[in-house]
Structure formats: structure tokens, C-alpha cells
């Protein structure tokens, strides 16, 4: 297949992350940028970019690089385009707009614009003009100007890709989808421990730890993606990625979600139940308080509130009381925190070994890893512990930190900007034909491939994801697809077997 650009959007802060999942993933030219990743690929790399990438938000497919000094320039540019072959008669369309321009200020103007040239475009040709549809359209399109550097694309994704499909609920200020699976994916867990979240909330990170643990696309969750909706759709191409688990694994040890409220305990466990993970995740109604030495190997991931003020005597208490527990029941693992206060760190009265910058919406924040061991640190040391590998140092090095007294103000005004909104001006590598690392399909000792059932039909494998016995933990399941509960089909096919997006 011929390979394009594509570009891949995230979190500030999981870049390095997200660039290490596309080159696992067999991507070319990796280059990160400001919440961004650009690569190569071609059609098949971008269906996978889409529905096994764990740090992305969504998937651009740039169509034009153009200088736009005015309107007019861009209307022109636009116009050049030939946008028959993307919107098919009949076909609805949107556009989103990402502006940092001295020329451009409002975003909204840019959009009304590359609307116009495209509407213009075919009521000139065709008499008629392509309707535009905000809700569900069939062709997405992005268009981003840096300056007067402007990129035109196609988003492949539609919906963001943190709504995984499996939150039933939610509660207060939910973690990310997307920075948790970063977050994890920073501690280089991969399922050779137990893990530990001791304020889960509606069980994030628990999720998103047993999706990667177990190596589960998280996008099997879905209902769609926009590349579904493009003339040149490959069905058969994205049927044999869906119903392809020969890359999931086993995994031998649990993760456990605690928190001290049962309103979330139960939200938690719904979703965990939804995702079909609960053979995987046990949720139980703990106070941090009364956390005690695990059994097993355990790494512990958390992340604790931040407050709404500076400082209150209970959240700064509570930060004090995590490092009491963990200095005294959590020997010989590894804790990692996110917060976003200095003086909250500071309570915990641990040292941590690494520290990471990242965002969570808007706050600026840090994530810690701190190494428990018995003694002091010249004796772990002289024993052969390592606090830091020199790939860690060298990271270290090139990340700032938090300073003294250091006053947090909010960098971006809103989440959605810190989500959606920034792919700087950027230059592709020439796009080389490469050969893709990994093996794209297994071969019979006749050479030929083999191609997984089709995911509208049944599946003959013993242990399809979706015919997994814990997935009748989930409320409402009726193995006959009929009138029970929420009357859902076999989750064996696709469009039926997941939930409602979560908000």
C-alpha cells in the first residue's frame, strides 16, 4: 500500500509516550511535536493508529500544505482542491478550525471560509452544494493555520478517541482516558505486578491498566471511526484488524481500585463490568487510610485530589497521610503520584526518583515515582537497588521542575484547547517506502492468509473477546440478545456488544 502523512494528536506531556506506541506500531518518520506526533504509513497503519493506539486523541490525515497570507488565499487554495473525491454526492460534511495567527484570529472565520470554497467549489461544477452536518457528519475535516503556514486533513477519527465506549458513568472530575493510559504507559508497566489505584473514582486507571496489561485494543469499544465513512473504506482490511486478538496476552496477576466513597465504588464497578475486565479488576470501598503491605509485588498508581484553593489543613493532611502509608505499607514497590501543588509533594515527605511533567486538562502537573525500600538509600544502593537508570537520568535531565514556592497558574484557558487545538507548522520527512516492522497477518503453511471471521458474523475462537464469561457480569446481559435487561444482541456483534459512549 502507498504511504501518507498522518498525524497523530495528544496530551502535552505524552508525546514521547504516544511516539514510542506508533513506532512499536510500525509507523515511519516518527517525529514528535507540541501535542503531536507526526508519522507515515499507509491505510492499514492509520485503521491501527485508530483502534490500538492508547495515548491518542485523534488521527489527522493531511491533503494539502498551502501559505494563506489572507482569506482570499485560503479560499483560492481550498478551491484548488478537488473534493469530489472525498465528499461523494449526497454526503454531509463539517470542518474544524485550529488557529494561531496574527492574520486569523477567529477560528470560527476560518471555517465559514474552507466551507465556502468547498460549497462554492461544487455548486460550480455540479449545480449542487454538499449539505453541512455539525452532529454526525460523514467527512470531517481540519484545518490548521500556524502563521501563514496552513494544513488542510482529514480526520480519520470523528469522535475523540478517549471515549473509549465502555464508561456507563461517570463521576466529578473523571480522569482522562487517554492520560491515564499515559500515565501507566510512563511507569513501563506492561502486567508483571500487581497494580494498585487506592482513589480509582469510576476506574480509570484500573481500566486502562487491564487493557494494556492484557494488551486489549482500546478501541474495540467503539462504535465507529470516521475513516469508516471515506469512499476509498477498505471493510474487509478493518474486519481482519477488529477481529484479529492474536497479539492479546494473559495475565497472571489483578488490579485493584479502591476508594472510600460507594457512589464511585459502584460507578467503577459498572465500567469495569462493561469493559468485560472483571475476571481482571476487583473494586472494593477502602479508605487510603487503612491501606496495608499487599501480599504480592505490587506497583501503585494514584491520583489523589488537588483542591480547588492553594492549600486547605484536610488536603494537605491527606497528602501527609498517603506518605505515612506508603512509607510504612508499601515496602519494596514503586508508587507513582500525579498532583499539581508543590506543597502537596511536599507532605508525602518521600523523595520521589523521577519526575514528569504533564497536563491534566489545564493544570500544569507532575507525575512521581517514589522507590520504598528498608533503610537508608546509600544501603538500597550498596545492595544493588538502582533509583535511576541512566536513560532516567539522561530524561531527567531534559525536563523542568517544579521550582520553590513555585505559583501554579492555569497555561491554557480551556481543556478543549489543551485536547484538540494545537499542531505548530511542520515539515514532513520525505515519504520513503519503508517496510513496516511486525507481521501484518499469520500465514498457513500454504502460504496463505489467514483472515478472521468477519466481526458481524460469529466467531469460532475460544476465547473471543466478545464471548469472554466475565462480559455477563455486565448489567443487562441476555445471552439470547432478546428482552432481558438492557436488550442487548451477542456481543459478538459489532454495533450491539458496547455501551453508549461515556461523557
Keep these: 500500500m502507498q504511504e501518507f502523512e498522518l498525524i497523530a494528536k495528544t496530551f502535552m506531556g505524552l508525546e514521547p509516550v504516544l511516539a514510542q506506541e506508533l513506532t512499536q506500531l510500525g509507523a515511519n518518520n516518527v517525529q514528535t511535536g507540541r501535542r503531536m506526533v507526526s508519522f507515515t504509513g499507509d491505510k492499514e497503519l492509520m485503521y491501527r493508529a485508530n483502534f ?26 481550498v478551491r484548488k482542491i478537488d473534493w469530489s473525491k472525498y465528499i461523494l454526492k449526497g454526503k454531509t460534511f463539517s470542518v474544524d478550525s485550529v488557529v494561531y495567527s496574527e492574520e486569523f484570529t477567529n477560528s470560527r472565520f476560518v471555517t465559514y471560509k474552507v466551507k465556502d470554497a468547498i460549497v462554492d467549489q461544487f455548486r460550480e461544477k455540479t449545480g449542487n452544494r454538499p449539505n453541512i452536518s455539525v452532529s454526525n457528519p460523514d ?50 508497566w506492561k502486567g508483571e505486578t500487581d497494580f494498585i489505584d487506592p482513589m480509582c473514582g469510576s476506574g480509570t486507571l484500573p481500566i486502562e491498566a487491564a487493557l494494556i496489561a492484557r494488551n486489549i485494543s482500546p478501541g474495540v469499544f467503539r462504535k465507529e471511526f470516521a475513516f469508516e465513512k471515506w469512499p476509498d473504506f477498505d471493510q474487509e482490511l478493518f474486519d481482519t484488524i477488529y477481529n484479529d486478538d492474536s497479539a492479546e496476552r494473559e495475565f497472571t496477576h489483578h488490579i485493584y481500585g479502591y476508594d472510600t466513597d460507594m457512589k464511585a465504588v459502584n460507578t467503577a464497578r459498572r465500567n469495569v463490568a462493561a469493559a468485560g475486565l472483571s475476571r481482571s479488576i476487583t473494586i472494593e470501598c477502602q479508605d487510603f487510610k487503612d491501606f496495608t503491605q499487599p501480599k504480592e509485588k505490587s506497583i501503585l498508581v494514584v491520583n489523589p485530589p488537588y483542591g480547588e484553593r492553594i492549600s486547605t489543613p484536610n488536603l494537605l493532611e491527606t497528602y501527609k497521610m498517603i506518605g505515612e502509608r506508603l512509607k510504612h505499607q508499601f515496602m519494596g514497590n514503586n508508587a507513582w503520584i500525579l498532583s499539581y501543588r508543590e506543597e502537596c509533594f511536599r507532605q508525602i515527605g518521600l523523595k520521589p526518583s523521577i519526575k514528569i511533567p504533564v497536563y491534566n486538562g489545564s493544570l500544569e502537573c507532575e507525575f512521581r515515582r517514589y522507590q520504598l525500600f528498608d533503610g537508608k538509600m546509600s544501603d538500597f544502593r550498596h545492595e544493588g537497588g538502582i533509583v535511576k537508570t541512566e536513560e ?9 521542575r517544579f521550582k520553590k514556592e513555585r505559583d501554579f497558574k492555569k497555561r491554557i484557558d480551556e481543556q478543549e484547547e489543551n485536547e484538540d487545538a494545537d499542531i ?23 502460504g496463505r492468509r ?7 458474523g460469529k466467531s469460532d475462537r475460544p476465547d473471543s473477546r466478545f464471548r469472554r464469561d ?21 456481543f459478538g456483534q459489532r454495533g450491539n456488544h458496547r455501551p453508549k459512549d461515556g461523557e
Design 450 to 456: 489467514d483472515r478472521r471471521p468477519a466481526r458481524f
Design 392 to 400: 532516567e537520568k539522561r530524561e531527567m535531565a531534559e525536563k523542568h
Design 139 to 188: 467527512i470531517r475535516l481540519n484545518i490548521h493555520i500556524a502563521e501563514d503556514n496552513a494544513t488542510l486533513s482529514l480526520d480519520s477519527s470523528g469522535e475523540s478517541l478517549h471515549r473509549r465506549g465502555y464508561r456507563q458513568e461517570r463521576v466529578e472530575a473523571p480522569l482522562n482516558e487517554v492520560l491515564a493510559a499515559g500515565m501507566i504507559l510512563m511507569t513501563g
Design 470 to 490: 466475565d462480559r455477563r457480569d455486565r448489567p443487562g446481559w441476555d445471552s439470547r440478545g432478546g428482552k432481558g435487561g438492557m436488550g442487548r444482541k451477542p
Design 52 to 77: 490500538q493506539l492508547h495515548t491518542a486523541i485523534r488521527v489527522l490525515k493531511p491533503i494539502a500544505h498551502f501559505k494563506a497570507k489572507s482569506a482570499e488565499d485560503m479560499y483560492d487554495e
Design 424 to 446: 505548530r507548522s511542520f515539515t514532513f520527512h520525505s515519504l520513503e517506502r519503508k517496510p513496516f516492522g511486525g507481521t501484518r497477518f499469520r500465514d498457513d503453511s500454504d
